[in-house]
Nanobody
Framework: QVQLVESGGGSVQAGGSLRLSCTAS?????MGWFRQAPGKEREGVAL????????VYADSVKGRFTISQDNAEKTVYLQMNSLAPEDTAMYYC?????????????????????WGQGTQVTVSS
């Protein structure tokens, strides 16, 4: 069982930046971030294949968010710039242990077996 530990998040004004980190206890194949706002379904934000470094993003964050990794530390980062109030949500790190990342996985949170505890991101206008 992969354990995921998240850090980062917090409160920021619109236009600001935040960085999230997620460290895995074991090697994974695909890691990334989902988010869930109150009353809404969980949605994929960004994923990175830990072997190839291939990334996928939700259309809503393209050009503003960047996912990266430090393989030696089994850690992925989500740099979030130009934050907007609609980015407010609980952000969850997720990991896959046998499948590489693909765009369709952004819509399949149920495909991920490992999840972090979640970290709140609040953007005020």
């Amino acid at each position: 069982q992969v354990q995921l530990v998240e850090s980062g998040g917090g409160s920021v004004q619109a236009g600001g930046s935040l960085r999230l980190s997620c460290t895995a206890s074991k090697t994974t194949t695909c890691m990334g971030w989902f988010r869930q706002a109150p009353g809404k379904e969980r949605e994929g934000v960004a994923l990175i294949s830990t072997g190839s470094g291939i990334t996928v993003y939700a259309d809503s964050v393209k050009g503003r968010f960047t996912i990266s990794q430090d393989n030696a530390e089994k850690t992925v980062y989500l740099q979030m710039n130009s934050l907007a109030p609609e980015d407010t949500a609980m952000y969850y790190c997720a990991a896959h242990t046998y499948r590489g990342c693909a765009t369709w996985l952004l819509a399949r949170s149920s495909d991920f077996a490992a999840w972090g505890q979640g970290t709140q991101v609040t953007v005020s206008s």
